[in-house]
Nanobody
Framework: QVQLVESGGGLVQAGDSLRLSCAAS????????MAWFRQAPGKEREFVAG????????SYAHSVKGRFTISRDNAKNTVDLQMISLKSEDTGVYYCAAKGAYDSRYNYWGQGTQVTVSS
């Protein structure tokens, strides 16, 4: 099992950059696929970016490709989301999520961190 705690959210202006970080507990962090999701007000939670365990392939939602970069540090048990050229539509609560090797879906979630981009 893994516990996740996000940090780094805040209020920024359009065009600014922000870096989110997710700290994970447990000694088997490297065995989990990790991802960032977000939920805007009145909308469904959506996938933003993912990175496979052991520094495997990354994937991004079309809306953030080229602007967001996901990375992980298995020695520090962290996964980060670097966001540049932020837009007002990036506003939402950002969640860190983990999926074990034998899980079919992400079933470990953090509490979320608010990102607000003013235009």
């Amino acid at each position: 099992q893994v516990q996740l705690v996000e940090s780094g959210g805040g209020l920024v202006q359009a065009g600014d950059s922000l870096r989110l970080s997710c700290a994970a507990s447990g000694r088997t962090f490297s065995m989990y696929d990790m991802a960032w999701f977000r939920q805007a007000p009145g909308k469904e939670r959506e996938f933003v970016a993912g990175i496979s365990r052991n520094f495997g392939p990354t994937s991004y939602a079309h809306s953030v490709k080229g602007r967001f970069t996901i990375s992980r540090d298995n020695a520090k048990n962290t996964v980060d989301l670097q966001m540049i050229s932020l837009k007002s539509e990036d506003t939402g609560v950002y969640y860190c999520a983990a999926k074990g090797a034998y899980d079919s879906r992400y079933n470990y979630w953090g509490q979320g961190t608010q990102v607000t981009v003013s235009s």
